[in-house]
């Protein structure tokens, strides 16, 4: 009996090699503007101590209820697969003590985990960019983080596909006095509210205003507003941080209704949104967290970030932009008649393409002698140039350059095969 193929588990995708050219010329983009604004890289664990993600996140959201892949190990401790990366940087930041009278500008990019239902975009594994600053306070860097998000989608060519929206919540204790406020008003009203709104009146109200159900939604237009119970200090930052995006010349849309969907954010909260994608979608979003710092035993320290998910990212690119550059063609092709020899040859000519041409591809055929075949195999990798070696070229010291593209072709000595690979491309 044949034995079942394993295949992958549901919601956790493979990155075939058709589409990993697209994710590293994206990574390769966002990288390059991170480090022109200065920042550094940070690696955390991908699994972490489950009390983290409690603590930081919130006992009472979905992610920590219903969505984190939990699981005692062979101590029989609970660890978490992360659900996201924020928490797991800032217990980093804590251990190693890269907070202490000195600020932070970090950023990250790798795996997270969620069990939510798999869709487009949205998937148990999924991957996260994100950045995050330590030690500044001010509206200027809550700022500069939007600054350096509309620089990604203009170096992405996706810049109008993408609408900022803008909020405060306030301290915790403004927070506090809008959920009690909040709580009064839904109880009056509990007959247009639907089984999840009601799950959630007691333990997270403030999720309720992200609610998609329509009634919920014009029920919310006569709820009291966060706005109205927000503490001096944070409007007076929200204020700063709006004159500086009227300043830098970013458009925005103040709602009154984003609050995002993780306990630690205070203040500003913003989420960078399209209608690219079918319904409208969150691209990035993200806010301050001043207090899980020292939430999370740590010195108090002001903090501000965002996460992005990158196979919605992906997705927005090549459904607005599919222009950009993103091929894994092959630049030059060695071809050889196949015998041991010369072989030997086209490898080390290969090795000395890549030593003079660090950033092209090179591949060496092995297997078929047959020249034709191989032609075939450059046309089909997309190659922009073949470099053939035969028993005449062999004798030579030669080899025959062909610019696949125009099917011009020179025969000229080995010393200056890079020269002449050069002046093709």
Excluded at 87 to 112: D, K, T
Excluded at 198 to 205: A, E, F, G
Excluded at 231 to 245: A, I, N, P, T, V
């Amino acid at each position: 009996m044949t034995e079942k193929k394993i295949q992958s588990i549901r919601g956790m995708n493979d990155l075939l090699p058709t589409d990993s050219a697209s994710w590293q010329q994206i990574e390769k983009i966002v990288k390059g503007v991170l480090n022109s604004y200065g920042y550094n890289e940070i690696r955390t664990p991908i699994v972490e101590d489950t009390a983290l993600f409690k603590r930081a996140v919130g006992e009472v959201t979905d992610i920590v209820e219903k969505e984190m892949y939990t699981f005692n190990d062979r101590n029989n401790e609970s660890i978490t697969l992360r659900p996201e990366i924020t928490a797991g940087c800032v217990r980093a930041g804590i251990e190693h003590g890269l907070f202490y009278n000195q600020e932070q500008r970090l950023w990250y990019l790798g795996p997270a985990f969620r069990y939510e239902k798999p869709q487009k975009g949205r998937y148990r594994q999924f991957h996260q960019f994100g950045v995050e600053v330590f030690g500044l306070e001010g509206p200027n860097i809550d700022a500069e983080l939007i600054l350096l998000t509309a620089r990604f989608w203009k170096a992405l060519g996706i810049e109008q596909h993408t609408s900022l929206e803008l909020n405060s919540i306030g301290s915790l204790e403004a927070r506090a006095n809008y959920r009690n406020a909040l709580v009064v008003f839904l109880e009056q009203h509990k007959d247009k509210l639907d089984e999840d709104c009601l799950r959630r009146m007691y333990t997270n109200p403030l999720r309720i205003l992200d609610s998609k159900n329509p009634v919920v939604q014009e029920l919310l237009n006569r709820a009291p507003k966060l706005f109205d119970y927000l503490d001096e200090e944070s409007k007076q930052h929200f204020e700063g941080l709006c004159r500086l995006l009227d300043n830098a010349g970013i458009k925005y849309n103040i709602n009154q209704r984003l609050v995002r969907g993780l306990d630690y954010y205070n203040r500003t909260v913003f989420e960078w949104v399209t209608s690219s994608l079918g319904a409208q979608g969150t691209v990035c979003g993200g806010g301050r967290y001043d207090g899980l710092v020292s939430q999370l035993g740590g010195q108090p320290t002001p903090a501000v970030g965002f996460a992005m998910g990158v196979e919605r990212l992906v997705l927005l690119v090549q459904a607005v932009n599919p222009s950009l550059n993103c091929n894994n063609s092959i630049d030059v092709y060695m071809i050889s008649s196949g015998d041991e020899k010369t072989i030997s040859v086209a490898q080390n000519i290969a090795e000395l393409l890549r030593d003079s041409l660090p950033n092209w591809r090179i591949m060496t055929n092995y297997g078929s002698s047959n020249f034709k075949k191989q032609f075939t195999k450059a046309d089909k990798l997309g190659a922009k140039i073949a470099i053939i070696i035969g028993e005449n070229e062999l004798a030579n010291q030669s080899v025959m350059v062909k610019n696949l593209q125009t099917g011009e072709q020179v025969e000229v000595a080995q010393k200056e095969v890079v020269q002449t690979c050069l002046a093709i491309k």
